[in-house]
C-alpha cells in the first residue's frame, strides 16, 4: 500500500516571502499521479497543483510550483510571493494509475498548517 | 452545476443513532468516493464506487455502508454512531475523462457523536 507523509504539521512564512512545504510517499509502482490540495478554513479542498510521474519537469501554477524527485520519492510545494490568502491546510495526496478503477481513491498525508504573516 | 452536494453540512448525533449522509453529483461522474478528516491524519478512503451498481471498500470501511444504485447518488449510511466516528465527512467524484487528477469535492459534513 502506499502511504503519504508530511513531516511538517505547521509552517509559517511571511508575507511576499517564499515558503516550502515537504511531502515524502512510498510506492512500488512507476505509474501515479502526486497532487497538493488546499483547505482554508471554509473546508472546501482546491486542487493547487498536480503533478504525472512520467513527466521529468516540474509542474507549475502561477506562484505555485514543486519539486519533484521520483528516484528519492519526494514531492515538495514551493509557493512564491506568499499572501494572506494563502493561508490554508495544505495537502499532499498520491493517486495510483496502475487500474482505471483507481480513478476516485486518493491517498493523503496528514497535512501542513500554513499561517502567513502580514 | 451544483457540482458535488452533500447534505446535512453539521449533524449531531448519540451513540448508537443511525443516519444517513447525502451525496449527490450533477456531472455524470462515474467515480464517487467518501473520505473522513480526523486532525492530524489527513483525509482517510471509507467507500468508493466506480459506477452504479459497484461499491468497494476502501482504507477505513468499518461501521459504514454505501449503495450506488444511480449515477448521481452515493450515499454513506452509518449504522449504530460511535464517537469514534466523530469527524468530517468528504464526498468527492470524478470522470474518467477530466484529466489525471480532478476531483470534486463536496462541502463536507461535519458530524459530531455524543
Known amino acids: 500500500a502506499q502511504t503519504v507523509t508530511q513531516s511538517q504539521p505547521e509552517m509559517s512564512v511571511q508575507e511576499a516571502e517564499t515558503v516550502t512545504l515537504s511531502c515524502t510517499y512510498d510506492?512500488?509502482?512507476?505509474?501515479?499521479?502526486l497532487f497538493w490540495y488546499k483547505q482554508p478554513p471554509s473546508r472546501q479542498m482546491i486542487l493547487v497543483i498536480r503533478?504525472?510521474?512520467?513527466?521529468?519537469q516540474n509542474a507549475t501554477e502561477n506562484r505555485f510550483s514543486v519539486n519533484f524527485q521520483k528516484a528519492a520519492k519526494s514531492f515538495s510545494l514551493k509557493i512564491s510571493d506568499s499572501q494572506l490568502g494563502d493561508a490554508a491546510m495544505y495537502f499532499c495526496?498520491?493517486?495510483?494509475?496502475?487500474?482505471?478503477?483507481?480513478?476516485?481513491?486518493?491517498?493523503f498525508g496528514e497535512g501542513t498548517q500554513l499561517t502567513v504573516n502580514p | 452545476n451544483a457540482g458535488v452536494t452533500q447534505t446535512p453540512k453539521f449533524q449531531v448525533l448519540k451513540t448508537g443513532q443511525s443516519m444517513t449522509l447525502q451525496c449527490a453529483q450533477d456531472?455524470?461522474?462515474?467515480?464517487m468516493s467518501w473520505y473522513r478528516q480526523d486532525p492530524g491524519m489527513g483525509l482517510r478512503l471509507i467507500h468508493y464506487?466506480?459506477?452504479?451498481?459497484?461499491?468497494d471498500q476502501g482504507e477505513v470501511p468499518n461501521g459504514y455502508n454505501v449503495s450506488r444504485s444511480t449515477t448521481e447518488d452515493f450515499p454513506l449510511r452509518l449504522l449504530s454512531a460511535a464517537p469514534s466516528q466523530t469527524s468530517v465527512y468528504f464526498c468527492?467524484?470524478?470522470?474518467?475523462?477530466?484529466?489525471?487528477?480532478?476531483?470534486?469535492f463536496g462541502s463536507g459534513t461535519q458530524l459530531s457523536v455524543l
Open positions: 495526496a498520491y493517486r495510483s494509475e496502475l487500474r482505471e478503477t483507481s480513478g476516485s481513491r486518493l491517498t
Open positions: 456531472m455524470n461522474h462515474e467515480y
Open positions: 503533478q504525472e510521474a512520467y513527466k521529468q
Open positions: 468527492a467524484s470524478r470522470t474518467s475523462h477530466s484529466g489525471p487528477g480532478k476531483l470534486f
Open positions: 510506492t512500488s509502482e512507476s505509474d501515479y499521479y
Open positions: 464506487s466506480v459506477g452504479a451498481g459497484i461499491t
